[in-house]
Every structure is written in C-alpha cells, then in structure tokens.
C-alpha cells in the first residue's frame, strides 16, 4: 500500500501541469538572447534627411537591419525568409526602405525609423535575369516619385508612395541580357544598356514618364567581352575584352553607340596577371584590378583614359560619396604588416593627393581581411570633413572605424552556425581562479540581508533593484571554470565563414575565437567549407593538465571532389594545435568508441574512394582500432540513389604506398527501395552519447516490457516521388509516406509502415527505443506528429522472479545484432498544430529524468512538449491502473500549452537547430537553439527535484535555525524551572 | 475468379500494348481504370513498363502466373554464385497492385568446394554473404539486394537460415537474412552435421499506420487537455487522506514525543495528566 501511496504520489507530482513559465525578475538568470544579422551585403547611410545616426543594412542572411551607428545596436530588424534573398538596397523620398528581392520580383518599402512595412508589390516576370533597383533622383511621373525595377527579364517603373506599378516593359522575348539601367542627368530619360549575345551592345531610350520607347539602338563591338558592363558615367560604359587585354569604352551619349579600344599594356606598359574592373561606382574614374596591384584609370570627357594612381595591396574599395556639390569622395583599405591602412581620396582631384582622411587601424588578426567598405562623412566640430568607414571582414564581422579607431563591432558571422558541440570548462585549481568568488564576507552577508529582505517583502524599490542586478550579474555564472552543477561549459562554435567560437554558457560572452588557416580563401582552394566539428580529445585522467581539444573538420569546394582539411584546436585557449591538408577526399566522418592512451578519440574518414582512413595516424591507434577490427560497422546513405548500404572494414589498403593508416572496407547489405515508389527524405539516428537508464518499463498491470535499445538503429522516411515537392503540390492518392526502422548492422528492417495521404518534409527524433517524427497529412489537410516504440519480445519471459534470482535469465548475456530480433513496435499519430522547423529531444546525464521533445515552431520558439503526450499506449478510456501510471487520456491533437514555450516570448530569428547538452545535475538539460540568433537556456523536464532552486534564501533557512535553537532553549530552562516549582510543592 | 482475371488481364495487356506508342503516364491508368470499372486505383500502381512486362511474361507463360527469382551467395569476398531459387506465384488484386504469395524455396545443396569455403569462413569467423535481385521481374533490376551473417551464426545441427523478404510490390526492398533463433556473441566454432540448409521463407509487405484517430465531440484540444489531467489529482485525496491523515498525526506526536517538550498548562488535562503521571514515576525511583 505504501509503494501504491508513493506511486500516485508521483504521479501526482508528474502529471500535474508544468509551467516553465518565468517570473519577470527571472529573466535572463539562466538564458541567454543574442541578435545577429550575418555578413553584411548592402550598407545604405542615412543621408542629411533622414537623421545620420542610424545605418541600413541588408545580410547574406535575407536580413534587413537598421543599425545605431554610435553603438552598432540594432533598432529593428527583418528576417525575410530564406528563399528571400535581397538583391537591391536603398532610400527612396527620404522615409522609406526599399529591397528588391526574391530575384527582382518582390519590391518592399519600410518606414525608416520604426521599420513598419508601408507596401510590397509583387513584380511579376517570365524570364530568370539579373536584378537591377535603381531609385533616380529627382525624376517624377505624375507627381510620384519613379522606382525602376528590372528583374525577370522586365523593366518596371514603381511609385515610391504606394508601390503601383506605372508601367512595365517586357525584355522577355528579346534575348538579351540588361545590365544597366542609367539616367540622364539632363532630361526624363532613361538609357537601358546591355548585351544580346557575348558582343552586342543595345541601348534603349525610355521616357520616365510614360515608358515610352523613344529609341533604340545597337551595335557590334569588334571582340568578345569578359565580365559585366561598369557604367562610368551618364553616357560612358566600359568593359574588358574576352582576352582581358583591351579595355573597351563604349560612349552612349544620345542614344548613339560609339566605342573605343585601348590596350592595357599601353596605359601602363606590361604586365603579365589577368585584368579585373571592379565593380566600385565612382564618378568618372574606375577601377582595375591587375596583379594584386589596382589601377585607378579616369575617362576624361573626349573618351580619353589617363592614368591617375596605382596602389598595391589593396584589400577593398568603397563606392563614391558625394560630399558637397560635385565632388566626390571614396575610400579604400591596404593591408599593412600589423595595420590596416584606411584612405579617402577626392574622386576629382587628378593626382589624388588630396586625401581627406589618412588613417592607420589596428584590426584583430582573427577577422580576416576587409572584403567590403562602405563610407559615410560627417561634419566635424571644426566643421571640416569627418568620414567612418564600415567594414566587413571574412569572418563576417562588421567594423566601424572613424578617427583611426574602431568604434565598434559586432560578431555576425555568428549568425551563420554550421555545427556546435559543448566542451566542458577547466577544473578550478589554487592559484588559477579566474573570477573571485565572493568579494568578502560582508558584501556576502549583505546580499543575503537583502534577499531576506526581498523574501519577507520588506524591500523597498531600491532594494528590489540592486537585488535583481545582483543575481543578473553574478560572477557565479561566468566565472571561467567548472561547476558542481554542470551548467558551465563552453559552446565550441563553427561558423560558415571558417571560424570557431568558443562561447561561455553562463551569459554567452565569446571566450576565444579563432579564425582556421585552412578554412581561408587561399591559392589551394578557393572555396573552402567548414563541415562539422567532433570531440577529439577529453581528457579525464589527466583533466588538471591537459586541455580538451576538437577537430574541425572542412573541405575545399562543396563538392565530394574536393580535398580534406583538418584542424586541432585547444578547447581552453582556442590555439590550433595542428593543421592538415590531405589529400583524399570526404564522404563521412565516423568517430569510433575507442581513445588512446592519450584519450584521443579514434576517427574514421571515409572517402569518395571506398576507402577509410584512421586518425590520429599513430601505430598505437591502428592497434586499437584491430582489437575492435570486426566490430566497426557503418552505413552511408545515397539520397538520390534511394539505396543505403552497410560496410564493414575488411582489410589494409592495397596500392603503391603502403599506408598503414587506409583501409578498404566491403559492403555487407544494401537496402535498394523502389525508384518508382520511393524517395529518401529523412534519416534519423539515436544520438551516440544518449544514457539510457531503465530497459524496462513496467506496465499498469504489473508486467514488464523491455525497450529494444540498440545503438545502431537508423529511421528512414521515404514519400512518394510525386509528393516529394511543397505542400499542395501533389493529390492526396499520391501521396505516402513509408517509415522504416533498419539495424545498421544487419541491414534488417524492424519496423515498416506506410502513411496513406501523407507528405513532407519530416522531421524526426530517435531516442532510446522510441522516434517521433512530424509529417503533413493531406486528407486531413493538417500536420501530424507519429510515434513508433520499439519493444523486445526476446526479453519477455524474464518476468519471473525465481529466474531473476537463480540468475536464469538472459539480462546479462551480451546481444548480437546477429541474432534474429524479436521485436514488436506500438505506434500512434496525432495532430499538431504548427508546422516545424528543427525538432530536438532533452537528454540527461543519467538518462532517468523524464523526456520532452523541444520542438522548434515556424514562429522561430521552442516548445517542449512532454513525451507522454507520445504514448502510444494512450487510450480513449485509460482504467485507473493506466492513469496511475500516467497515461493521459487519448486525445486527436497534441496540446500546445503556452507557458511550455521555453523561449518565453523571445523569437529565435531564423530558426535553423536545437541541441541539448546535458547538464551534470540530473534533472537538467542546456539547450542551445541557432539560427540567425543565438538561445540559451536551461530546461528540467521534471522540474528540479534533485537541488534547490537559486533564489532559494539559505539566511532565511538559517535565521529560521537559530529562531528555533533559541526556542527549544527557553522552552528547557522554563520547563526545568516548572518542573523545580513541581518537586518543591 | 481467375478465368475473369486472366480475362480481365488481357484486355488490359492489350490496352497497355497498344497504347505504349503514346508514352502518356495518364492514359494509361485511365485505360485500366476503363478496364476495370470502378476498380479503385491504387497509389502504388508500378510504373507502366514495368507492368507491360510483367503482364507480357503473364500472358506468354499462359496459365502458369509463376515466377521465379535466384538466390546467390558468396563466402567471404569471393564472386557471387547461384545458390538456390524462389519461386512464387503472381497475384493480381482487383485494384491493379501486384504481389507475390505462396513464396516457395529451394537450396542448391553445398557442393565439395562451397563446404571447403564454408569451414574457411566458420575457421575464420568472417561473413556469409547472399543477394537477390530488387526487381522480380527483371533481374537484378537497379542493384542487388545483398545481406550478410557472420557463418558461425548459421551453424545449429545443421545449417539453419531465415529469410525475411519484404516486399513493395513486385520490387524487393530488403531482406532479414540470418539465423533463425539467437546468435550468442562469443560466436563458437561448431562444424556443422550434415552440409544441408534448413531455410523459413517469409514475405512480408508494408503495413498500414494506425489513422489518428477523429473525435467529433472533442474540439478545443488544449481545454480538454487541462480537464482530463485534472482527475488523478482529485482521486488521490479523495482516495488516501484517510490514511494520510492518521500519518500526519503520527508524526507530529512521534516529534512532540521525541522533543519531550512539556505542554503548556493550557493545552489541556489530558496531557497535564501524562505529564504528571510520568512525573511521578521518575519521583518513585
């Protein structure tokens, strides 16, 4: 009775409502929010109108900024979706924001100062091309302010007040390839220049008006032409030749095509590189880049071109900026041995010894180079000429530098994660304490006078303010070294620019950065990426002397063709330890569950070969990795195939070289699913660290089922090929979607069920003998959330007691994936309400807390809902013995329960994945959520049963003590004298 | 049934051999659909060529619906060889799918050299290997079908083997090849009886997924959700603050007792009278 008693006591305790809700003075105790905007493309400054503190910003994210130019903060922000993509970026009537994305066919305007969308219009287009926004000035239609748009082979002149369309003109039907949209300065007109083939030049003359076809006019240009048409100035154009050794200028004044030629090796004798013209806008002068050198070449108005300067090293040039009437300033940046040097010219001075600014910047070495600078001037206190310039760096940070200093900067390349794992924090040692702990006795013991004093709500509104302030900024929890809890650690970060990131998991501060030689942009490769990055070595046994490191792992090229690149990184220092190149390619990456004596974990490379190679390329590892020679099982899926297949190691390469490191491996199954039925769109396994506590799971009704817990379970979803596109896109007969559940060691198939009507995209989670996996059902026209747990039926008669004493039974005995499972699976599906962006499970160090899937919604938040919401033994009517079990009661949707959003009312902007990490108390789990934002927080599934909680008042415990010990005292000394006064009477 | 059948299977080769020039995924299930008047039209219907064969090789063998496909396996690395053949027969529902049934077996016995492979492999420790083809029909179809046991698995009395074949219509997905029963890990070197297979053949297709289920008085999931959690809280008291009661009590006493605190005059005679009682005792002694 006693152990039923305790039973629904828990039960009581469990399936009553968690809300993981917050109070006001707990925010940001234990999470973290961080805003990101990603490598900036566009920078527009605000001009006189406009107010000059704020910067607009348009992201390789699709994410459109206001930015504070004082501090870099961020006054508003838009995430546009990822298929979004901002062509175009500027400032029309002085008040509003205009993009072009989506490839020139969606045109915004938002309010500048507050970011509201004013209106969109929709550009319709029939032909892919390039997308060209020019705002004119001053050029008027009616009395609207003309927005031109070309985009999908058409020409569109928008109102800038509502966004209507005034008129159109179809390029479509003519093959030719716009370049230019340019207006004369003189009159109405608008010249539209470009190719139709590689050498003819057309150029159309528009009324802005109206959009009348005024002229039109081509010409054939005595040579192929190399890259894109640079419009120098109203009426010039220029271009290379095929063979980069002409410079070619082509004079539209009129209408009229006139063109020149003139040999590079003319102007500035011989020269062996490849001439570039880069696409900066400058008035009259342009630029080229040759030999690492650039050339600053002007057009005077007779079509001449006259050298003015040549500069070496130059890392970026910024478009012109006009300062005052008719003059012009640019900038450009030189990267010197420690500095980067920072010059604004006059455009029209003619040997551009007029500088404005001459300036030198130290910038940090782990920013990379400047690969952009836009400029903006500013009237000093001494009415001269000021100019900041803003600079985006190749790890995608921005920089703004004005008096020879950096103002500020913001780490956005962190709004491109492509991997994260946790790495644990040092131990604290004497002598290496990095914080202090506490600053002294006293301001230890007035802080928790005024906790009390908060608890008995006796504080007065100052108190309540210093107390918020102490507990938000608590040294606890950043201080740089492990805790008792494990809520310290360090996030290790990779981003797509080639970075890696070390961030502090106590307030997100980044702990050490470090930007990877082969993840550059070099002559070896001219694309690398970063891939993933994996543990490469925890050290335990030596945990006080030797620091963890991880290897990152990258590639050159998005290709299989392309080389492997290593880096071995120090997890405290943030030091590479170790780079390599190598010369084979990459398919997989498998770390192995052996370390060496140094506790460096073996990795596997598999390459596009057929072939594996070992790290570290030790003789001790390869003698490790034969004792477990023939229990090293993979598997490699080809998506476009529709095939998976497993391998196993065979043997060592056999080739010229002998490498003792490369071996061969065999193909032991192979899974082929029916091209005409079949497409793989998902595939999901367990995470590799989960801890599974408990096998089995006893029943209402006494008996016991085991979990099926095998660590080399893989979940496929497959959908039918024809509903393999968006939503709506396929008819509900056809459409389905089959599951399998395979052991990747034998390549048998578990489990297998067919989803009628059903679609992507899926997303899933594989945790102990359990998936949940989210689908869209097109009968039902909403989306579902199935679960599948996997039961071992091999186990089940171990239930006698008697055999569990005599030791009969088969608990203990290793299992084969050879043999034949005897496996049954229970399954059920509901609705779910949101559509679903990355899906996650909580896991704990002990794996006895109980489980919730963190699901990340469309609205960029995190919901945890609890797995036994996913029971697939849930029943309409659940008897008493199930409900104290608990058992909800079936139900045909999931609940969403709005204060389980642990995101609270915070969006996670651009949402792309959820990780946990377990914390080393049991009841807790980190999460870290990115996107274009970063999330931190931690979660306990069962609440924290198992500590007490941080506001908890240990001065109130104690006072509470001492009131007590104090009591009992008096109460003995009167009851002796009582009991005196009873023996005298 | 199966004269219509036939019957029906040949108007509809027909229509697909006549209407092959038009190379249109559409007509053609319109033909069958034609064909088989108000037949439901499955999602899975194989992909007209496909079909096409199959029904050729139907009508060409005449009466005799069976096919067959090969079994064939290798001893560690070594090629691939005829080790034995299924044979089934073809079944064709009267919405348009196909499958196989009546799945028979038949093993090619171990000849000198294969029992001479299979001991290296059992010596060795190392994997049997067998495949199938993924299309019954046309053979091997895109790739094979290839599953592999460690051999030492295989050997019982003689040797035993289980092959699971699940199906997706005519076309093989995977096949479960191994032992019929446990295969314990420290695999021991046994030499097998006899040089003969004992083989379980099972065919298995793609089951349905249970439909969510659909209910018409349940309308605000959240709402109801609260509601029905509630219960259990509500029975725990009302079921055990009889006993909860009594404990509570218990324990206070149990501390009042261990406190030996002295009750106040106030609280009441009987405790005085205890009090006293004891009192006396000490004052006896």
């Known amino acids: 009775m006693a152990i039923r008693a305790l039973l629904a006591l828990l039960l009581f305790l469990s399936s009553s409502h968690f809300s993981f809700s917050i109070y006001e003075d707990q925010v940001g105790l234990m999470d973290w929010h961080q805003h990101y905007i990603g490598k900036v493309k566009h920078a527009v400054f605000h001009t006189q109108k406009t107010g000059r503190k704020r910067v607009l910003v348009s992201t390789e994210e699709n994410v459109l900024a206001s930015l504070d130019l004082r501090h870099g903060e961020i006054f508003w922000r838009h995430v546009l979706g990822t298929n979004d993509v901002i062509n175009g970026l500027d400032i029309a009537l002085g008040k509003y924001v205009i993009t072009l994305s989506s490839d020139g066919s969606i045109l915004r305007a938002w309010n500048l100062p507050d970011g509201q969308m004013v209106w969109e219009s929709f550009l319709p287009g029939s032909k892919a091309s390039k997308s060209i926004l020019n705002i004119p000035k001053n050029l008027k239609a009616d009395r609207d302010d003309l927005i031109l748009v070309f985009g999908n082979g058409c020409l569109h002149a928008v109102s800038s007040i509502d966004g209507e369309i005034l008129w159109k003109k179809d390029f479509a039907g003519e093959s030719i390839d716009v370049q230019h949209l340019i207006q004369s300065p003189h009159d109405d007109i608008i010249y539209v220049a470009g190719f139709s083939g590689s050498s003819k030049v057309f150029v159309h003359q528009f009324k802005a008006k109206n959009g009348d076809l005024l002229k039109h006019n081509d010409a054939e240009l005595p040579c192929g032409t190399f890259g894109e048409l640079l419009s120098v100035s109203y009426d010039m154009l220029v271009i290379l030749d095929d063979i980069r050794s002409k410079i070619v200028t ?736 | 049934m199966s004269v219509i059948q036939l019957v029906l299977a040949f108007t509809v080769s027909l229509f697909l051999v006549s209407s092959l020039a038009f190379e249109s995924d559409e007509l053609l299930i319109d033909d069958e659909e034609f064909g088989l008047e108000g037949g439901l039209t499955r999602p899975q219907s194989p992909p007209p060529t496909a079909t096409t064969t199959s029904r050729k090789r139907f009508s060409e063998s005449g009466s005799d619906s069976k096919i067959q496909f090969n079994l064939e396996h290798a001893f560690g690395d070594s090629q691939f060889s005829g080790a034995g053949n299924f044979s089934s027969r073809l079944k064709i529902w009267n919405h348009g799918g196909q499958t196989l049934t009546k799945l028979r077996f038949s093993r090619n016995s171990l000849n000198e050299i294969e029992q001479k492979n299979f001991e290296k492999l059992l010596q060795e420790d190392d994997f049997y290997r067998i495949r199938l083809p993924s299309n019954v029909l046309s053979p091997p179809g895109r790739d094979y079908i290839i599953s592999s046991v460690k051999a030492r698995c295989l050997t019982g009395e003689g040797l035993e083997e289980n092959f699971v074949i699940h199906m997706e219509g005519l076309s093989i997905v995977a096949v479960n090849y191994g032992a019929p029963g446990a295969c314990p890990y420290p695999r021991q070197l046994k030499l097998p009886a006899r040089w003969s297979f004992r083989s379980h053949t099972v065919l298995r297709n793609s089951e349905q997924a249970p439909r969510a289920p659909i209910f018409s008085e349940d309308v605000g999931g959240e709402d109801a959700e609260g509601e029905i959690v509630m219960p259990p809280e509500r029975s725990f008291w009302a079921k055990y603050w009889m006993y909860l009661i009594p404990l509570g009590l218990i324990v206070m006493n149990a501390i009042t007792q261990a406190m030996n605190m002295p009750e106040e005059q106030a609280a009441g005679q009987a405790g005085a009278e205890t009090q006293r009682g004891t009192n006396s005792a000490v004052r006896r002694r």
């Not at chain 1, 029971?871 to 204060?899: C, F, V, Y």
Request: net charge negative.
């Open chain 1, 250 to 985: 082509i004079n539209i004044k009129e209408g009229d095509i006139n063109y020149n030629q003139k040999y590079i090796s003319e102007l500035i004798g011989d020269s062996s590189g490849q001439a570039i013209i880069l696409p900066s806008k400058l008035p009259g002068i342009f630029a080229l880049n040759l030999d690492s050198h650039v050339i600053l070449l002007k057009l005077t108005n007779e079509g001449e071109l006259v050298v003015v300067d040549k500069i070496n090293n130059v890392a970026a040039i910024s478009d012109a900026l006009s300062i005052s009437e008719g003059r012009h300033a640019f900038a450009f940046v030189q990267h010197g041995d420690s500095k980067v040097h920072y010059n604004v010219k006059d455009v029209n001075a003619n040997d551009l010894n007029g500088d404005f600014v001459k300036e030198s910047v130290v910038i940090d070495n782990q920013r990379g180079h400047i690969q952009k600078i836009f400029i903006n001037n500013y009237v000093r206190t001494d009415r001269s000429q000021g100019f900041r310039a803003l600079m985006v760096m190749e790890d995608h940070s921005l920089i703004l530098v004005q008096q020879g200093e950096i103002v500020w900067s913001r780490e956005d390349g962190l709004a491109a994660v492509v991997d994260v794992i946790a790495s644990e924090l040092p131990v604290e040692k004497d002598g290496v304490s990095v914080a202090k702990v506490e600053q002294n006795l006293f301001e230890w013991l007035k802080g928790h006078v005024l906790k009390l004093k908060g608890t008995l709500m006796i504080a007065s509104p100052e108190d309540l303010a210093a107390i918020q302030a102490m507990r938000l900024k608590s040294s606890e929890k950043s201080k740089m070294t492990r805790d008792h809890n494990g809520f310290r650690k360090l996030l290790i970060v990779l981003t797509r620019a080639g970075k890696v990131l070390a961030l502090h998991t106590g307030d997100g501060h980044v702990v050490w950065s470090v930007l990877l030689r082969n993840l550059r942009k070099s002559e070896a490769c001219d694309h690398p990426v970063g891939i993933n990055i994996y543990q490469w070595q925890v050290p335990h046994h030596h945990a006080l002397d030797e620091n963890p490191s991880v290897l990152v792992v990258g590639q050159c090229g998005s290709s299989l063709a392309g080389p492997v690149v290593l880096s071995f990184i120090d997890a405290y220092r943030g030091m590479e330890l170790n780079a390599l190149s190598l010369s084979h390619t990459i398919a997989q990456v498998i770390p192995l569950p052996y370390t060496d004596s140094k506790e460096q974990r073996l990795h596997l490379i598999i390459d596009a070969d057929q072939k594996a190679h070992l790290y570290p390329r030790t003789p001790e590892a390869v003698e490790i990795l034969q004792q477990g020679f023939s229990n090293v099982y993979w598997y490699s899926v080809e998506v476009d195939n529709g095939i998976i297949r497993g391998h196993a190691l065979k043997s060592n390469c056999i080739g010229e070289v002998v490498d003792e490191y490369c071996f061969v491996f065999r193909n032991l199954w192979s899974v082929v699913f029916p091209s005409e039925s079949e497409k793989i769109i998902a595939t999901v396994t367990r995470k590799s660290n989960e801890v599974v506590h408990t096998q089995a799971k006893v029943m209402a009704d006494q008996d016991v089922m085991y979990k099926y817990i095998s660590s080399n379970l893989l979940f496929v979803a497959n959908v039918a090929p024809k509903a393999s596109g968006e939503i709506g896109t396929a008819t509900p007969e056809e459409a389905w979607l089959v599951v399998y559940i395979i052991d990747t060691v034998t390549g048998r198939i578990l489990h297998r069920m067919t989803h009628q009507c059903c679609q992507g995209p899926v997303h899933a989670v594989f945790s102990e003998n359990w998936v949940v996996y989210h689908y869209f059902n097109l009968r039902a026209h909403r989306y579902e959330m199935s679960v599948v747990e996997v039961y071992d039926q091999s186990r089940a008669d171990n239930k006698d007691v008697w055999k569990l004493i005599l030791g009969k039974h088969n608990l203990t005995s290793p299992v084969s994936s050879y043999s034949r499972p005897e496996v049954i699976a229970k399954s059920q599906s509901y609705f779910f309400t949101h559509s679903v962006k990355a899906m996650e499970v909580t896991s704990t160090v002990k794996g006895i807390t109980s489980q919730q899937l963190l699901i990340g919604t469309i609205g960029d938040q995190v919901l945890a809902l609890d797995k036994r919401y996913l029971d697939p033994r849930r029943t309409l009517n659940p008897s008493q013995a199930e409900k104290e079990e608990g058992i909800i009661p079936l139900t045909d949707s999931l609940p969403i329960i709005s204060q389980s959003y642990i995101t609270h009312s915070i969006k996670v902007e651009g949402l792309r994945r959820i990780m946990t990490v377990p914390a080393k108390l049991e009841s807790t789990s980190l999460v870290f959520a990115y996107g274009v934002d970063l999330f931190f927080t931690r979660i306990a599934p069962s609440r924290t049963y198992d500590s007490l909680t941080e506001d908890f008042s240990y001065a109130l415990l104690l006072i509470t003590i001492v009131a007590l010990v104090a009591a009992i005292f008096v109460t003995w000394v009167l009851s002796e004298r009582k009991e005196l006064q009873e023996k005298w009477r």
